[in-house]
């Protein structure tokens, strides 16, 4: 039996996948007390008696986390429930203060969504429903390798505010899974939502996966995959589960209903110790928090708040900007930051491509050197777009506008203020000119003669000449005009 | 007599005067309650109905009262002391819920009715010894040992607020907070002879309530008077952004000027509530107050409420379910009792079996059942629907032109010291009182005369968030009964 993933595929079998992703809402508070979110807090810090639990603390419903899951649950396509409740998931764990998590369990905030995450290599559309999105606190976090023979526990994340967004099994492979989960990615940023990083854990994936045969109906046993802390973590994992699956499949064994963790290092999934898949967890309603009503009013104001979503994005771009490559228009709608920044340059040099052309080449490669983000680039779009005005209107060249745009990334000085100061202004003075010229004749008497002589196919080499002689900066149009009537003389 | 004793006897509006005045020191209202407590043996050699207390502190509350006085600023309740229940949080004393689990547990926040009762000028001067978590109607499960009856020290003060019920007959103090899930201020208020008030529920903040079954715990308050009560829940009523279930209506004034005519006020008389085996003298007292109230002017009406047999059953569904996950905190990881034991799961188990009595170890064990997969539809869900047809019942009436039940508060006097030893029996003393908790309306007890020189209390229930109306009818049935009725 193979447990590697370099061996995934077993044509007999199809993979079905159900993906619930964790999302930690960008929230300043936690979910029901005002304690701060912030991210590496000295352990225990961010903590009330809310979220410690202490005797008669009471939770309250951050409201500006009920926006933000709404947000996302309309921008998934979910229909949000006028009513929705909170419920208790009972379970003893020394991270889990309260004895109970604060879930949505049968009445969760939004259900029936969608979610179109590109195609398959066939050209099939990948198209996932969305079953529901709730919301939930997180529970705090348990330390075993810090102190010998004892766990610490840290309740800094105790509380912090998450949707869960649960899939339909409409994945068929781990292509599907890593396409969906971009695809979710890129919501979630787009809406702002979250900040999305799976490093701070504010995004956490378990998967559901089952295999049967082609043309079959019915759903296989489905074991739960959990532990998968990065996407391609995730598509390993499932390559892996699903070989396993088959493999048990293929020598005649049933597959057991269970949990299974990825071990990134190892490159293994193995069963979760004993009885985790078969907690009672005895859900039922908070009588703390009364049901979160929902008005079609406050639906309405975050349906007219949302920004546009990247398929509509990439629609419009097509439709704007004809001149755009469909890889072009997949790059530039990326991140919100990344069209932003494009369409100012397009707006106001009115050459999308070529602002395309500079996105797709010196700007990414940039930003990726010098590891930085659109938001906080050091050029400006606004300068960007002046560069390529300059050489529209001739005032630069191409190669000077190169160089000009890396000293501006340095420096974020604006580029009319860099090519002055660097020389690289083309110069059109024609005093300038022909003193280059007479020296370039004077340097190379004998093609000079040549060419005065009538041999016309040297005007380009002269041409290069003066334009290496003027470092560039010459234009080479009026060079051209200026041996021209030489020849007429 | 101690050293302004005298002061014990003044109402609480009449103390909070007599302070405002300058015409006595808080620190002498306070030390006043104290002497009474040694005097009446309130500690646990004694009627064993008070748990801490903290001289010092109470003195530093007084002369903080004293400040804020001389500053001009005289609160409704300056200088007046109060008792409260162990399970109500306070920053001064510890809150150990009558538990081993919580034993010398201090919480680092006030109740939001305690800062409220501070705010107003009252000196917090005891904490009051209950059954543990609330669980029990006759305060004799307490890990600190069982409370007695002042009125008749042989016998239970009732419960689960038995301490504060019993440190207001005692003199202490005159108003005293308790916390209701099933009875648990009406109960011991109708056994110690003093008046017991549950409001609506939401109408006074669970914040810094140690939760029993949040969906019908609610803080109480007992008075020795209808007005004290009155005074008290005015004080601690309203809206609290710290409590979600907290509710954002007005809160009237409660206390009344000596009306008296209750012409126009229609009072039902539920017959569920005054079965055949019902004790004859409490039926008779019953009916007494209720010729009272028609001597006043009021309609007294028969009305059914046909649901009322099925509310112990629920009751004993919905508060041991919601009881087993309030108190999956107390796990020894945090704070409280930790006993240690064989890995992780030896501590959980070796703490709580240590912790908790039998009581509610029995509750705890209930409600884990009813919320198993496989029986929850059968008992949780069930009892949710039956809870709806009783609070139904309760519609209906009120919405019939009824403005007010009243009932006996109990089946029984005040029992014994160990009469009950089997549990279900123990439950039935809150028959006539869980109704209300289920429903949600708010319901009072107060004093109606006496069988073989033990108090009976009478019960007033009222549709929601309509306490004015009750407490107006209190007043007057208070009044027409005399003083004869309290003591």
């Known amino acids: ?489 | 007599m101690t050293i302004g004793g005298g002061l014990t006897e003044l109402s609480a509006i009449e103390l909070a005067a007599t302070v405002g005045r300058g015409d006595a020191s808080p620190r002498v209202a306070v030390d006043a309650s104290h002497a009474r407590a040694a005097e009446a043996g309130a500690w646990r050699d004694g009627l064993n109905i008070l748990l801490y207390e903290d001289r010092r502190d109470a003195h530093a509350q007084a002369d903080d009262v004293a400040a804020r006085r001389d500053a001009g600023r005289v609160g409704s309740l300056a200088g007046v002391p109060v008792v409260v229940k162990d399970n109500i949080a306070t920053t001064t004393l510890p809150t150990s819920c009558g538990s081993r689990i919580l034993e010398g547990y201090v919480s680092p926040f006030d109740a939001t009715a305690v800062r409220r009762l501070r705010d107003a000028g009252a000196i917090i001067v005891a904490k009051s010894n209950m059954d543990e978590f609330a669980m029990g109607s006759s305060t004799e499960n307490s890990a600190y040992g069982p409370a007695k009856n002042p009125v008749a020290p042989n016998r239970v003060p009732g419960g689960s607020s038995g301490g504060s019920a019993a440190s207001v007959a005692a003199g202490i103090v005159r108003i005293a907070l308790g916390s209701e899930t099933g009875g648990s201020v009406r109960q011991p208020a109708a056994f110690c002879g003093v008046v017991g008030v549950k409001p609506t529920y939401g109408r006074v903040s669970r914040y810094g309530l140690v939760a029993f079954a949040s969906s019908l715990d609610q803080i109480g308050v007992f008075g020795r008077t209808v007005d004290d009560a009155a005074l008290g829940l005015q004080t601690i009523a309203g809206l609290d952004p710290l409590d979600s279930t907290s509710a954002d209506r007005p809160v009237p004034e409660y206390r009344h000027a000596a009306g008296g005519s209750l012409t126009g006020v229609v009072i039902g008389r539920p017959r569920e509530y005054f079965p055949d085996d019902l004790d004859p003298r409490i039926r008779q007292r019953c009916d007494a107050a209720l010729d009272e109230l028609r001597s006043l002017g009021a309609e007294v009406r028969d009305v059914s409420l046909p649901h009322t047999d099925l509310a112990i059953q629920v009751y004993y569904v919905i508060a041991p379910a919601e009881a087993s996950s309030n108190l999956a905190r107390f796990d020894g990881v945090r704070y409280g009792l930790r006993m240690e034991g064989d890995g992780l799961r030896g501590m959980y188990e070796a703490t709580r079996s240590s912790g908790f009595g039998r009581e509610v170890t029995r509750r705890i064990l209930l409600g884990t059942y009813v919320l198993s997969a496989g029986y929850y539809d059968a008992y949780y869900r069930k009892a949710q629907q039956v809870r709806v047809l009783i609070a139904r019942d309760f519609e209906r009436v009120f919405n019939s032109g009824v403005h007010l039940l009243f009932t006996p508060t109990t089946p029984t006097p005040a029992f014994e010291l160990g009469a009950k030893s089997d549990p279900y029996d123990m439950y039935l003393s809150d028959i006539f009182t869980c109704t209300a908790n289920l429903a949600g309306v708010p319901a009072m007890s107060l004093p109606i005369g006496r069988v073989d020189g033990l108090p009976v209390g009478g019960q007033l229930i009222a549709a929601h968030f309509d306490e004015r109306q009750m407490f107006a009818v209190a007043y007057a049935l208070e009044r027409r009964l005399g003083a004869g009725a309290h003591r």
């Not at chain 1, 908070?286 to 349906?303: A, C, G, H, M, Q």
């Not at chain 1, 024609?430 to 340097?443: G, H, K, P, R, T």
């Not at chain 1, 008497?445 to 016309?456: N, P, S, Y």
């Open chain 1, 1 to 489: 039996m193979s447990t590697t993933a370099a061996s995934p595929s077993v044509p007999d079998y199809e993979m079905v996948v159900g993906l619930e992703v964790h999302v930690q809402l960008d929230t300043a508070t936690k979910i029901f007390c005002r304690c701060s979110t912030d991210f590496g807090a000295p352990p225990n810090r961010n903590t009330c008696p809310v979220c410690l639990a202490l005797p008669g603390a009471l939770p309250v419903l951050n409201e500006h986390a009920v926006d933000l899951a709404i947000r996302a649950a309309l921008a998934l396509g979910c229909r949000v429930q006028p009513t929705s409740t909170f419920a208790r998931k009972n379970y003893f764990y020394p991270d889990l203060p309260k004895g109970y998590q604060i879930s949505q369990f049968d009445q969760p905030l939004a259900i029936g969504g969608r979610l179109r995450a590109g195609s398959r290599s066939d050209g099939s559309p990948i198209d996932i429903r969305i079953t529901r999105v709730h919301m939930e606190e997180d529970a705090g976090k348990s330390i075993h390798d810090r102190f010998q023979g004892a766990t610490a526990v840290d309740l800094n994340r105790a509380g912090v505010p998450l949707i869960e967004i649960v899939s339909e099994p409409d994945l068929r492979g781990a292509d599907d899974a890593d396409a969906y989960l971009r695809a979710l990615k890129q919501i979630l940023e787009y809406t702002a939502v979250s900040d999305v990083s799976m490093e701070k854990g504010s995004l956490r994936v378990d998967a559901n996966i089952s295999v049967r045969r082609p043309g079959e109906m019915a759903l296989g046993t489905k074991t739960e995959v959990k532990n998968m802390n990065s996407f391609s973590g995730v598509t390993r994992a499932l390559a892996v589960e699903f070989a396993r699956q088959c493999a048990v499949l293929e020598r005649g064994g049933r597959i057991e209903q269970q949990t299974m963790l990825w071990d990134a290092n190892t490159g293994e999934v193995r069963p979760a110790r004993s009885k985790e898949g078969s907690h009672d967890y005895r859900y039922f309603p908070d009588p703390d928090l009364p049901p979160l009503v929902v008005s079609p009013d406050r639906i309405e104001r975050i349906t007219r708040e949302l920004p546009e979503l990247p398929a509509a994005r990439r629609e419009r771009y097509r439709a704007e900007y004809p001149g755009l490559t469909a890889y072009d228009v997949e790059v530039l709608t990326a991140s919100t930051g990344l069209g932003d920044y494009f369409e100012q340059i397009a707006r106001q040099t009115e050459e999308a491509k070529t602002a395309a052309n500079w996105m797709m080449g010196d700007v990414l490669a940039t930003l990726k050197a010098t590891n930085q983000t659109i938001e906080h680039f050091s050029v400006r779009p606004a300068d960007l777009a002046t560069l390529l005005n300059l050489v529209r209107d001739s005032v630069v060249s191409h190669t000077a506008a190169k160089q000009i745009f890396g000293v501006m990334s340095r420096t974020g000085d604006p580029p009319l203020q860099v090519a002055e100061r660097e020389h690289l202004l083309k110069v059109t003075d024609d005093s300038a000119l022909v003193a280059w010229i007479d020296e370039v004749f004077a340097e190379h008497a004998a093609e000079a003669k040549r060419f005065l002589d009538g041999e016309r196919r040297l005007q380009g080499v002269l041409v290069g000449h003066v334009m290496k002689k003027s470092k560039g900066s010459a234009d080479p149009k009026r060079v051209n005009q200026l041996l021209s009537t030489r020849i007429g003389t």
